[in-house]
């Protein structure tokens, strides 16, 4: 299984406003140096999604951030993970269509992928932003 890069970075967001003190805000520039020198720009998108989701929260203004408007323990990462994924399907012949496999017919892997991309969720439906937490130091913004 593999994420796509706007949802790695979105849950590395969520995990760095989770260690905040609660209610503290910080920039986006700030969290972009903090994850590691990610795009500013990009990270604004990302920021931007979560906002329009619910999770995060934005002031402007010469004081303004980010913020987590929830608490972690709500975000399931499971439903997190569909949402920010949206309809990528795992392999080809889990398109709608079918895809181009031509395989589709007579190929038993389709049904292996299907029950490992359920357990995959599975695990994750029973975890939620809280359980990224445990055991780290918190994340140092200055």
Same mark, same amino acid.
């Given at each position: 299984?593999?994420?796509?890069?706007?949802?790695?970075?979105?849950?590395? !967001?969520?995990?760095?406003?989770?260690?905040?003190?609660? %209610?503290?805000? !910080?920039?986006?520039?700030?969290?972009? *140096?903090?994850?590691?020198?990610?795009? =500013?720009?990009?990270?604004?998108?990302?920021?931007?999604?979560?906002?329009?989701?619910?999770?995060?929260?934005?002031?402007?203004?010469?004081?303004?951030?980010?913020?987590?408007? *929830? #608490?972690?323990?709500?975000? *399931?990462?499971? %439903?997190?993970?569909? =949402?920010?994924?949206? #309809?990528?399907?795992?392999?080809?012949?889990?398109?709608? #269509?079918?895809?181009?496999?031509?395989?589709?017919?007579?190929?038993?892997?389709?049904?292996?992928?299907?029950?490992?991309?359920?357990? &995959? &969720?599975?695990?994750?439906?029973?975890?939620?932003?809280?359980?990224?937490?445990?055991? =780290?130091?918190? *994340?140092? &913004?200055?």
């Amino acid at each position: 299984m593999r994420l796509l890069a706007s949802t790695d970075i979105a849950l590395r !967001v969520l995990i760095a406003l989770a260690r905040l003190p609660a %209610g503290e805000i !910080v920039t986006v520039e700030t969290l972009a *140096v903090v994850l590691g020198g990610l795009s =500013r720009h990009h990270l604004h998108k990302i920021v931007q999604q979560l906002t329009a989701l619910g999770l995060t929260r934005t002031t402007r203004g010469i004081a303004g951030g980010v913020g987590l408007a *929830v #608490e972690p323990a709500s975000i *399931v990462l499971g %439903g997190l993970i569909r =949402r920010l994924e949206g #309809e990528q399907p795992l392999v080809e012949c889990f398109r709608a #269509e079918g895809g181009a496999c031509t395989l589709l017919g007579d190929c038993g892997l389709r049904f292996l992928l299907r029950d490992a991309n359920e357990a &995959f &969720f599975g695990v994750l439906d029973a975890h939620t932003l809280a359980d990224c937490l445990r055991a =780290r130091e918190p *994340v140092s &913004f200055s």
